[in-house]
């Protein structure tokens, strides 16, 4: 069986990132859903990517690399947090499509495991025996 | 491409700040003073046990990890994914908290 990859998560990440801000827009027929679902989409998806780059660097070197462990990692964080603050302080967000693009992870790989075990490869697959 | 969708994203991140300045200067709604501090308390402890079991989740996650790497160190591809998918998801879990805690003390 093909296993996940985090670059397929990432693929169907910007995949959700799409597809939901056109549904929001589409569907409420105002920006302020849009930016809503946008935003917080990206930031899980820029989350994702970050963590993949720093976990990857850090760990999957022949040496651990300590400025990704101690110093990057932390500061990913600190950033998100900050980011988040700022956007709900200032932001004119609606709570509910906020909440929804920051599911954004969970839907992927939801979508993921779904592709892996009804995708037409899968049922190749099983119709091959294999 | 993948630069160009990270500067759409990241542009998209700061149009979306220029909605809401006027916002700032919002006045603070006519709560109780005894419900303030019972949403204060409420903000608190709901970031407080988030971190909690996201940092317990997270720990026994990378522990179990690198003990999977250093016995088996040709695995560490395979091991590394889904540590990162695990650490991401309970990120979020945590990320949840915290958003509806601020939402808590700065919206209602």
Not at chain 1, 45 to 55: G, P, S
Not at chain 1, 82 to 89: D, E, R, T
Not at chain 2, 31 to 40: I, N, P, T
Request: with cysteine.
């Amino acid at each position: 069986m093909k296993e996940t990859t985090a670059s397929d998560i990432e693929h169907i990440n910007v995949f959700i990132l799409v597809l939901g801000s056109i549904l929001s827009l589409v569907i409420m027929r105002e920006f302020k859903y849009l930016f809503s679902f946008a935003v917080a989409s990206s930031i899980m998806t820029l989350n994702f990517r970050f963590l993949k780059k720093i976990i990857e660097g850090g760990f999957l070197q022949s040496t651990v690399s300590k400025k990704n462990i101690l110093i990057k990692l932390p500061l990913k964080f600190l950033i998100l947090a900050g980011l988040l603050c700022v956007i709900i302080i200032y932001g004119d967000i609606d709570v509910i499509f906020f909440l929804i693009g920051l599911s954004t992870v969970f839907l992927s790989v939801v979508i993921n495991q779904v592709i892996m075990f009804w995708g037409p490869a899968a049922k190749r697959r099983q119709k091959d025996g294999a | 491409m993948k630069k160009f969708l990270l500067v759409m994203m990241l542009l998209g991140i700061f149009v979306s700040f220029s909605f809401g300045f006027a916002m700032a200067a919002e006045e603070a709604k006519g709560l109780d003073s005894a419900v303030k501090q019972m949403v204060a308390l409420a903000a608190g402890f709901g970031v407080a046990i988030a971190a909690f079991g996201g940092a317990l989740g997270q720990s026994k996650a990378i522990a179990s990890a690198l003990d999977g790497i250093a016995r088996n160190p040709g695995a560490a591809g395979k091991i590394v994914t889904p540590m990162i998918i695990g650490l991401a998801m309970i990120e979020s879990l945590v990320i949840y908290s915290l958003v509806v805690s601020l939402l808590l003390i700065f919206k209602l």
